[in-house]
Every structure is written in structure tokens, then in C-alpha cells.
């Protein structure tokens, strides 16, 4: 038992239980206690000799001011102090400027019916945060909203003659071509021997919803849920509030109005007139210098119309070191040896030996790939439809950008549903909205133009990663049951690195360069049934 487990009376202990996961071990998780008032405990850490515990009785619960005369039950129904856990982080966060008590305590924040473009916004960042968004796969988006209308974001800075008809075209487009899209799924991948009812319908149905995702616009509404420390949503807020779109400054004020509920020491400066204010103005002056700066083409008076294209993503590699092997192995090596880094990489060493050694056990995706691989990086430029750029933006152990979502580039067509005679129909309704887009680009800008284009168009991107990063995204986005689009993205990568690199990525056995399954969710559903069964719930 810790020393000062020993010296806590039987009401501090009482008190405590309620708080603590257990009152006399050194390890415990603290509960039932505010946010704020966990961030503000952790953070005494640093300036104190005292146990947590104990700070927690003295500082926070008010029932320690007088435990003596308090008995257990009243003292463990007594307010926390949440008050004075404001003023410590008002002081530690303004007084000594110590930014990184606000990564103590966090937040779960419901973003509702925001589009895609500022979902994006909101997923762009990556440290200290983690987002969970509604699917394509397997969420329908042609029902209509609370008011009754299809659920695309309109606001004033929209308010144009050609966009809601454009819109509505596309909505218009899913909704009638979804069910022939799901007959034909369905004739061709029929319900297997053994296979469960639900489980191929469940399948076939988000065939179907991936094959005409490319007809949802870049403003169909979406949900999310942000979960994520305060310091991140500080920087996030203050992101959102230099955005060029009219929605994500919006969402700044809103998402900052619920956080100061929950979290108010932590969010209090992400807007205000003294840190907050500026630094928004900053972020956004910079954009626009830097912008009137960037080349850009000459675009057509009559600008040409989109090619479909069946072709896939192009993806580059446009750097990569030269040195790499020498620079992994040298760091694999470095922990294991007294010589300096540099000495290390002038080494003859065996290479081949040493990858094996540091990453030829892995048995599964899971077993990742060691941190020296980090010292290799890649460069890829890749250009891909928006709705493959939205699923691989997702990953944020790696640095990247986008260009602006337009309708230059061309979008791509799913072949089955060219196979089946349905192109005329999803390519009139994205030709009609590239036209919108046209014509909202002259009058609105491209900021707001992106908001008409739907996921079919091309977008070019860059990733900038290192060799670990890319055994994870590639070893994940190119499992079967993965979308065809990213998967494809994903393998590109793989080979553009295999082509320069093959003994770094030889222990990728997790990459699946295979033509995928012809029907994604398949083994995924009867993996499903089986637990179910499991579970005593049966699927069929
Ligand atoms: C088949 C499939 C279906 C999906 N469906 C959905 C969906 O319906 N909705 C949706 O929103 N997303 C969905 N995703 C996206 C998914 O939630 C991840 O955002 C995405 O795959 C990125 O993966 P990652 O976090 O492992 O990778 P990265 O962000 O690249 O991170 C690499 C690794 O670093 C570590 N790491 C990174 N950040 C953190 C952190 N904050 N905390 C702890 N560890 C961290 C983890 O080990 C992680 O695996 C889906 C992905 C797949 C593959």
C-alpha cells in the first residue's frame, strides 16, 4: 500500500472511492469527476509533492475542508470543487503560458448535418483528435431532411439560381438510380449456399451505395463525432474561424459555444480578441498572400467539358531518399549500440539481416512496423475521385494537402456501372452539376463552387510520409473488403515504393495486391453472421 494510502482516514477514503478506482493502489483511474476538474488534477502533477489522491481531497472535493466533522455518506455527496479547477487552468494556462495542461482533459462533440467540404475542414486535423463520420457504404443520403428537403448545405453565400437545381439533379439521380443499381447487384452476386438473408442483403446494398457514391455533391450533409483533447480543439476552433468558407467560420462559433460548456478553460482563448482573434487573422492572411502568389493555368474562356474517365487514380512518387536503407538500418540498430547515429549509417552491416530482424516476425497488420522506419520518407502526388481522397484522408500520421475540389481534372465512371448501360444516367447528372459548377466558379468564386461538385470529380493531392506510415495505410486500405477506388490508390503506392525500395517494403506481407473481392462486404457480413451466432442472435 503507497505510504499516503496508509495515512487517509475512513471518510477520505469513503470520499475518495467514489473518485478513484481504488483508493489504496498506486495505479487507479479517476471517475465521476468533470472533465476540468480531471485535466486540472493531472496537471498539479508538475507543482506538487502531493499524491493525486490527496490534491483531490485538499484542492478539489469541498467536503475536505471539514472531513473531521463529516460523515462518509455526506462527504461522498458533496460537490466537486469544478470552480477552482477553472481558476488553476485560467492561471497555468494564461499566467505561465503553459500550453500543454489543455491535453489533459477532453471532450465528445456531436457535429450534425455539416457537408462534406466542412467535415473535411474538421478532419484535417490530426493531432489530438479523433473523428468517427457516417458512411457512404452504408448510409443512404437521398431522404430528406428534418425540413423536408434533400440534405445538402445551403446557406446565403449560396443563394444562386443555378445551384440548388444542380443539386437537386444530382439527389434526383441517386435516389431513382439506386434501386436498378441494387437489381442489378443483386443478379449478379445472388445469395450463396449458407449465406445468411441479412447478410447478403447487407452486402449487395452497400455495393450499391459505394457504385453512386460519385453522384453525391461535395454539400451533402453529414454527421460526425469529434472526440478529442482540449489543446486540439483550441487550435481547431481557431482553424475553423480563418476558414474561406462562410459554413466552417459557422461551425467555429457554434462548436466553441458547446465546448465552453464542457471544457471552458481550455477553449476560452480559441477565439477571443487577445490570442484567438489574432491568430485566426494570421492564418488567414497568410492564405491569401501566399495564394496571390501561386501559378495557376490559364483557364479556357469556354472551359472544356469533363472527360469520364475509367482510367483510375495517377499516382506518383515524386521523392523518395536515396539513402533510405542506410538511414533505417542505422536507426534500427542505434538503440542496441553505443556508437552516434552517423557513425552507425557508415557501417557495413548486413541489410537484408537486419530487416529481417526488426520486422520479419509480423504475423499480422496489426504487429506494426518498427519506429526506424520512420527515417524513410515519399513524396506522392495522386489524383483520384474526391469520394477516394475522402476515405484516405483519414489518416493522420503523415503530412498532406489538397487542391481545390473542381471539375477540371474529370470524374471517374464505376465500370460495372458502364457494364450495365447505366453511364448516360450517372454522367448526365455530374455533366450537369460540372456545368453548375462553371458557372458558380464565375459568380461565387471556387471556394464556393467546390460545395456543387460531386465525389465522381478528380482531386489532386500529396501525401508526405514515412516507410511505417505507408506499411499501415497500405496494408489496410488494400484489405478486399476495402472500396475499389482507394484500394486502387492504395496499391499504386505500394508498387511506386516496391519499384524503388523492394527489400524496405519486403515485410509489407499485408498488402493485398489482388483484383479485391467482386463483392467488398461479402466475407466481412458472414464474419458478422458468425459472431451473431456466437451471440445467440442468428442473422438469418
Ligand atoms: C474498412 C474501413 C471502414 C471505415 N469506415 C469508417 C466509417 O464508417 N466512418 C469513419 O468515420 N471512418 C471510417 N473508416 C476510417 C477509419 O476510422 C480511420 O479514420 C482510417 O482508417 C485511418 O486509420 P488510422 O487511424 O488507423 O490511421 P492513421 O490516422 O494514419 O494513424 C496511424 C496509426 O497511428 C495511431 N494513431 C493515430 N492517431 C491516433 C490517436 N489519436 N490515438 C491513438 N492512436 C493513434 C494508430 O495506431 C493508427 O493506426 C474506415 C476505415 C476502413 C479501413
Given at each position: 500500500m503507497p505510504a499516503d494510502a496508509a495515512q487517509l482516514s475512513a471518510v477520505e477514503r469513503?470520499?475518495?472511492?467514489?473518485?478513484?478506482?481504488?483508493?489504496?493502489?498506486?495505479?487507479?483511474a479517476l471517475r465521476n469527476l468533470p472533465e476540468v476538474v480531471r485535466g486540472a488534477l493531472f496537471s498539479r502533477y508538475s507543482r506538487t509533492e502531493k499524491s493525486l489522491r490527496r490534491v483531490l481531497l485538499d484542492e478539489f472535493l469541498t467536503a475536505?475542508?471539514?472531513?473531521?466533522?463529516?460523515?462518509?455518506?455526506?462527504?461522498?455527496a458533496s460537490p466537486v470543487d469544478a470552480a477552482r479547477a477553472e481558476e488553476f487552468y485560467a492561471r497555468v494556462l494564461v499566467g505561465y503560458g503553459d500550453d500543454s495542461v489543455a491535453e489533459l482533459a477532453g471532450a465528445h462533440l456531436a457535429v450534425e448535418r455539416v457537408s462534406n467540404l466542412a467535415a473535411k475542414a474538421l478532419e484535417d486535423a490530426r493531432i489530438g483528435l479523433s473523428p468517427l463520420e457516417k458512411s457512404?457504404?452504408?448510409?443512404?443520403?437521398?431522404?430528406p431532411g428534418p425540413d423536408g428537403r434533400m440534405p445538402y448545405h445551403r446557406g446565403p453565400e449560396l443563394a444562386h439560381p443555378?445551384?440548388?437545381?444542380?443539386?437537386?439533379?444530382?439527389?434526383d439521380a441517386y435516389g431513382s438510380l439506386l434501386p436498378a443499381v441494387l437489381d442489378r447487384v443483386r443478379e449478379a452476386h445472388p445469395i450463396e449456399a449458407g449465406e445468411t438473408e441479412r447478410a447478403w442483403r447487407s452486402a449487395t446494398r452497400a455495393r450499391a451505395l459505394d457504385l453512386l457514391r460519385g453522384l453525391l455533391p461535395a454539400a451533402t450533409l453529414t454527421n460526425l463525432g469529434l472526440y478529442g483533447n482540449g489543446r486540439a480543439f483550441e487550435y481547431l476552433l481557431t482553424k475553423l474561424a480563418a476558414a474561406d468558407l462562410p459554413e466552417c467560420r459557422g461551425l467555429a462559433g457554434e462548436m466553441h459555444a458547446e465546448l465552453a460548456q464542457v471544457i471552458p478553460a481550455f477553449v476560452g482563448r480559441a477565439l477571443d480578441e487577445r490570442y484567438g482573434a489574432p491568430a485566426a487573422a494570421h492564418l488567414a492572411r497568410t492564405r491569401r498572400r501566399v495564394a496571390g502568389l501561386a501559378p495557376r493555368r490559364v483557364r479556357a474562356a469556354v472551359p472544356d467539358r469533363p472527360a469520364p474517365s475509367r482510367v483510375g487514380a495517377e499516382v506518383r512518387l515524386v521523392e523518395h531518399d536515396r539513402d533510405a536503407e542506410r538511414r533505417v538500418v542505422a536507426a534500427a540498430l542505434f538503440p542496441h549500440s553505443d556508437l552516434p547515429l552517423a557513425e552507425l549509417a557508415g557501417h557495413e552491416v548486413d541489410v537484408d539481416a537486419v530487416l529481417e530482424a526488426v520486422a520479419g516476425g509480423r504475423a499480422n497488420r496489426r504487429h506494426r512496423a518498427p519506429r526506424a522506419f520512420e527515417h524513410a520518407q515519399y513524396t506522392f502526388e495522386i489524383t483520384a475521385n474526391f469520394g477516394a481522397y475522402r476515405d484516405l484522408q483519414r489518416h493522420r500520421m503523415l503530412t498532406q494537402e489538397r487542391q481545390a475540389l473542381g471539375t477540371d481534372l474529370g470524374y471517374d465512371v464505376p465500370p460495372d456501372l458502364a457494364a450495365w448501360g447505366l453511364e448516360?444516367?450517372?454522367?448526365?447528372?455530374?455533366?450537369?452539376?460540372?456545368?453548375?459548377?462553371?458557372?458558380?466558379?464565375?459568380d461565387l468564386g471556387w471556394p464556393l463552387a467546390q460545395y456543387a461538385v460531386p465525389l465522381a470529380f478528380r482531386l489532386r493531392w500529396y501525401f508526405r510520409l514515412s516507410l511505417r506510415e505507408l506499411y499501415h495505410l497500405c496494408e489496410l486500405r488494400t484489405s478486399p473488403q476495402g472500396h475499389p477506388d482507394y484500394r486502387h490508390v492504395a496499391q499504386e503506392m505500394f508498387r511506386r515504393v516496391r519499384e524503388v525500395h523492394p527489400r524496405l517494403v519486403a515485410h509489407a506481407r499485408f498488402v493485398d495486391l489482388g483484383p479485391g473481392e467482386e463483392l467488398e462486404r461479402r466475407a466481412s457480413e458472414r464474419r458478422i453472421d458468425r459472431r451473431l451466432a456466437e451471440l445467440g442472435e442468428g442473422g438469418r
Amino acid at each position: 500500500m503507497p505510504a499516503d494510502a496508509a495515512q487517509l482516514s475512513a471518510v477520505e477514503r469513503a470520499l475518495l472511492a467514489r473518485y478513484c478506482t481504488n483508493v489504496d493502489r498506486r495505479v487507479f483511474a479517476l471517475r465521476n469527476l468533470p472533465e476540468v476538474v480531471r485535466g486540472a488534477l493531472f496537471s498539479r502533477y508538475s507543482r506538487t509533492e502531493k499524491s493525486l489522491r490527496r490534491v483531490l481531497l485538499d484542492e478539489f472535493l469541498t467536503a475536505g475542508l471539514d472531513l473531521a466533522a463529516a460523515d462518509a455518506a455526506e462527504a461522498a455527496a458533496s460537490p466537486v470543487d469544478a470552480a477552482r479547477a477553472e481558476e488553476f487552468y485560467a492561471r497555468v494556462l494564461v499566467g505561465y503560458g503553459d500550453d500543454s495542461v489543455a491535453e489533459l482533459a477532453g471532450a465528445h462533440l456531436a457535429v450534425e448535418r455539416v457537408s462534406n467540404l466542412a467535415a473535411k475542414a474538421l478532419e484535417d486535423a490530426r493531432i489530438g483528435l479523433s473523428p468517427l463520420e457516417k458512411s457512404t457504404r452504408y448510409v443512404r443520403f437521398d431522404r430528406p431532411g428534418p425540413d423536408g428537403r434533400m440534405p445538402y448545405h445551403r446557406g446565403p453565400e449560396l443563394a444562386h439560381p443555378a445551384y440548388e437545381p444542380a443539386l437537386d439533379g444530382l439527389f434526383d439521380a441517386y435516389g431513382s438510380l439506386l434501386p436498378a443499381v441494387l437489381d442489378r447487384v443483386r443478379e449478379a452476386h445472388p445469395i450463396e449456399a449458407g449465406e445468411t438473408e441479412r447478410a447478403w442483403r447487407s452486402a449487395t446494398r452497400a455495393r450499391a451505395l459505394d457504385l453512386l457514391r460519385g453522384l453525391l455533391p461535395a454539400a451533402t450533409l453529414t454527421n460526425l463525432g469529434l472526440y478529442g483533447n482540449g489543446r486540439a480543439f483550441e487550435y481547431l476552433l481557431t482553424k475553423l474561424a480563418a476558414a474561406d468558407l462562410p459554413e466552417c467560420r459557422g461551425l467555429a462559433g457554434e462548436m466553441h459555444a458547446e465546448l465552453a460548456q464542457v471544457i471552458p478553460a481550455f477553449v476560452g482563448r480559441a477565439l477571443d480578441e487577445r490570442y484567438g482573434a489574432p491568430a485566426a487573422a494570421h492564418l488567414a492572411r497568410t492564405r491569401r498572400r501566399v495564394a496571390g502568389l501561386a501559378p495557376r493555368r490559364v483557364r479556357a474562356a469556354v472551359p472544356d467539358r469533363p472527360a469520364p474517365s475509367r482510367v483510375g487514380a495517377e499516382v506518383r512518387l515524386v521523392e523518395h531518399d536515396r539513402d533510405a536503407e542506410r538511414r533505417v538500418v542505422a536507426a534500427a540498430l542505434f538503440p542496441h549500440s553505443d556508437l552516434p547515429l552517423a557513425e552507425l549509417a557508415g557501417h557495413e552491416v548486413d541489410v537484408d539481416a537486419v530487416l529481417e530482424a526488426v520486422a520479419g516476425g509480423r504475423a499480422n497488420r496489426r504487429h506494426r512496423a518498427p519506429r526506424a522506419f520512420e527515417h524513410a520518407q515519399y513524396t506522392f502526388e495522386i489524383t483520384a475521385n474526391f469520394g477516394a481522397y475522402r476515405d484516405l484522408q483519414r489518416h493522420r500520421m503523415l503530412t498532406q494537402e489538397r487542391q481545390a475540389l473542381g471539375t477540371d481534372l474529370g470524374y471517374d465512371v464505376p465500370p460495372d456501372l458502364a457494364a450495365w448501360g447505366l453511364e448516360p444516367s450517372f454522367g448526365s447528372a455530374v455533366e450537369r452539376a460540372a456545368e453548375a459548377h462553371q458557372v458558380l466558379v464565375r459568380d461565387l468564386g471556387w471556394p464556393l463552387a467546390q460545395y456543387a461538385v460531386p465525389l465522381a470529380f478528380r482531386l489532386r493531392w500529396y501525401f508526405r510520409l514515412s516507410l511505417r506510415e505507408l506499411y499501415h495505410l497500405c496494408e489496410l486500405r488494400t484489405s478486399p473488403q476495402g472500396h475499389p477506388d482507394y484500394r486502387h490508390v492504395a496499391q499504386e503506392m505500394f508498387r511506386r515504393v516496391r519499384e524503388v525500395h523492394p527489400r524496405l517494403v519486403a515485410h509489407a506481407r499485408f498488402v493485398d495486391l489482388g483484383p479485391g473481392e467482386e463483392l467488398e462486404r461479402r466475407a466481412s457480413e458472414r464474419r458478422i453472421d458468425r459472431r451473431l451466432a456466437e451471440l445467440g442472435e442468428g442473422g438469418r
